[in-house]
């Protein structure tokens, strides 16, 4: 009777030290990951949540008419043609 117990108390040991190797190597595996990516990361996420894109200067007439703009970076919704179809319809012709 004392031998079942003993391969099963033996099994648990193994399976136990396998589980904390595995969490070990997956909590190193990550830390490294993000020591990799951590230079490109902002410093505080405001910078993330409150971006504001710089405006374009538009110059208008006397009349009302568009002149000219003048920007660094202009960041405009694209329009609907310009997104992809998602999935399996964007690999099937019509």
Known sequence: MS?????LRSARRIVGG???GLAALSAGLGY???????????????A????QPIRASQI???????IGEFF???AG?????ANPRPGS???CRR
């Open 32 to 46: 490294w990951v993000y020591r990799q990516f951590a230079s490109d990361l902002p410093a505080n996420l405001s």
């Open 89 to 91: 319809q964007s690999l």
């Open 72 to 74: 660094v970076e202009k």
């Open 48 to 51: 993330v949540t409150d971006y």
């Open 18 to 20: 396998l589980a904390f």
């Open 3 to 7: 031998r079942p117990r003993s391969v």
């Open 77 to 81: 919704a694209p329009a609907h043609r």
């Open 60 to 66: 208008w007439s006397a009349d009302g008419e568009l």
